[in-house]
C-alpha cells in the first residue's frame, strides 16, 4: 500500500531505517481515497493511472516524480491471449449451459454487505423464471474478503456459504 495498512508501515520505516527503498503498490481502485492517511510513507508509488497519480500526490503527499503510473500489475493476467480459455471451455469448468446467457454477480465484502445471498436468489429466481426475457443463468463470483471472513466470523461464514449451497441445490431442482 501507500503505507496506510499497518504492517505495510512497519516495513516502510524498516526500510527506511536500513537505508532501503521502499515502493507502495496501489492494488485496488478506490484505496487511494478510502484508506486515509499513510502511517509511513514509501519512497515510491506504483498507481493504475493518472487518476490514481493525482490522488496520490494530493492525498498522500507524494513528491509527482516519485509516483509512477503502470496499470493494475495484478489483472496482467486477464490480458494474455495464454490464459483466455473460449466460452464453451468456460462454461463445461463450471457447469454452465454455453447456450445460455450468462449473468455475473460479483459479491461484495460480506464484512459490510450481508446480502449476497439475498442478491444470489433474487438474481436466480429471475434468471429461472424468465424475467429478464430470456432463460439465463446466474454465476456468483464471491469476494476475496470471503477467504479472511471464515477465519475472522466462522459463524457468519458458514451461514452465508449455506445460505449459497441451498440456492444452487433449489436452482438445480428447479
Same mark, same amino acid.
Request: proline share 6%; hydrophobic share 40%; net charge positive.
Given at each position: 500500500?501507500?503505507?496506510?495498512?499497518? /504492517?505495510?508501515?512497519?516495513?516502510?520505516?524498516? =526500510?527506511?531505517?536500513?537505508?532501503?527503498?521502499?515502493?507502495?503498490? /496501489?492494488?485496488?481502485?478506490?484505496?487511494?481515497?478510502?484508506?486515509?492517511?499513510?502511517?509511513?510513507? &514509501?519512497?515510491?508509488?506504483? /498507481?493504475?493511472? +493518472?487518476?490514481?497519480?493525482?490522488?496520490?500526490?494530493?492525498?498522500?503527499?507524494?513528491? *509527482?516524480?516519485?509516483?509512477?503510473? %503502470?496499470? %493494475?500489475?495484478? $489483472?496482467?493476467?486477464?490480458?494474455?491471449?495464454?490464459?483466455?480459455?473460449?466460452?464453451?471451455?468456460?462454461?463445461?469448468?463450471?457447469?454452465?449451459?454455453?447456450?445460455? *446467457?450468462?449473468?455475473?454477480?460479483?459479491?461484495?465484502?460480506?464484512?459490510? $454487505? *450481508?446480502?449476497?445471498?439475498? /442478491?444470489? +436468489?433474487?438474481?436466480?429466481?429471475?434468471?429461472?423464471?424468465?424475467?429478464?426475457?430470456? =432463460?439465463?443463468?446466474?454465476?456468483?463470483?464471491?469476494? *476475496?474478503?470471503?477467504?479472511?471472513?471464515?477465519? +475472522?466470523? &466462522?459463524?457468519?461464514?458458514?451461514?452465508?456459504?449455506?445460505?449459497?449451497?441451498?440456492?444452487?441445490?433449489?436452482?438445480?431442482?428447479?
Amino acid at each position: 500500500s501507500l503505507g496506510y495498512f499497518d /504492517v505495510d508501515a512497519y516495513l516502510v520505516r524498516s =526500510a527506511r531505517r536500513h537505508k532501503v527503498t521502499s515502493v507502495g503498490i /496501489v492494488v485496488n481502485w478506490d484505496n487511494t481515497t478510502n484508506k486515509g492517511m499513510a502511517l509511513a510513507r &514509501p519512497d515510491y508509488a506504483i /498507481v493504475w493511472g +493518472e487518476k490514481m497519480r493525482r490522488e496520490s500526490i494530493l492525498h498522500h503527499d507524494m513528491a *509527482p516524480e516519485r509516483v509512477l503510473t %503502470a496499470g %493494475a500489475a495484478h $489483472y496482467d493476467g486477464y490480458c494474455r491471449p495464454e490464459t483466455f480459455i473460449d466460452r464453451s471451455e468456460f462454461c463445461r469448468s463450471r457447469g454452465l449451459d454455453p447456450a445460455k *446467457p450468462i449473468i455475473l454477480y460479483a459479491a461484495m465484502s460480506p464484512r459490510r $454487505y *450481508p446480502y449476497n445471498p439475498r /442478491v444470489t +436468489e433474487i438474481l436466480a429466481r429471475a434468471a429461472g423464471d424468465g424475467s429478464f426475457g430470456m =432463460a439465463a443463468q446466474v454465476l456468483v463470483r464471491l469476494h *476475496p474478503i470471503y477467504l479472511g471472513f471464515r477465519s +475472522e466470523r &466462522p459463524a457468519d461464514w458458514a451461514r452465508e456459504m449455506q445460505a449459497f449451497d441451498d440456492i444452487r441445490a433449489r436452482r438445480r431442482r428447479a
